[in-house]
Nanobody, 119 residues
């Protein structure tokens, strides 16, 4: 059973930085793509970025390109989201998710961590 546990959220001023972590356990993730999503109050959940465990292939939403960086540490089974130049509109609950590379739907989710950016 896949378990994903996020940490690192908090309150930060606009222009600041935060690093989120997602500790993954329960299976071997070499054939998985790991994603970060976020959901702001009153809005639908949206894709932020993702990375493959094998090869480290990444992709980003346009809204975070150049500001956010996703990475993974295979030895620690942990995925990171480095968020720089944060804006108030980045305020949301951030979720870590996992799916097999061969599928299109993320079917494993963490509990989420709150990120609040003050203006």
């Amino acid at each position: 059973q896949v378990q994903l546990v996020e940490s690192g959220g908090g309150l930060v001023q606009a222009g600041g930085s935060l690093r989120l972590s997602c500790a993954a356990s329960g299976r071997t993730f070499s054939n998985y793509r790991m994603g970060w999503f976020r959901q702001a109050p009153g809005k639908e959940r949206e894709f932020v970025c993702s990375i493959t465990w094998r090869g480290g292939i990444t992709n980003y939403a346009d809204s975070v390109k150049g500001r956010f960086t996703i990475s993974r540490d295979s030895a620690k089974n942990t995925v990171y989201l480095q968020m720089n130049s944060l804006k108030p509109e980045d305020t949301a609950v951030y979720y870590c998710a996992a799916r097999l590379v061969s599928t299109s739907e993320y079917d494993n989710w963490g509990q989420g961590t709150q990120v609040t950016v003050s203006s």
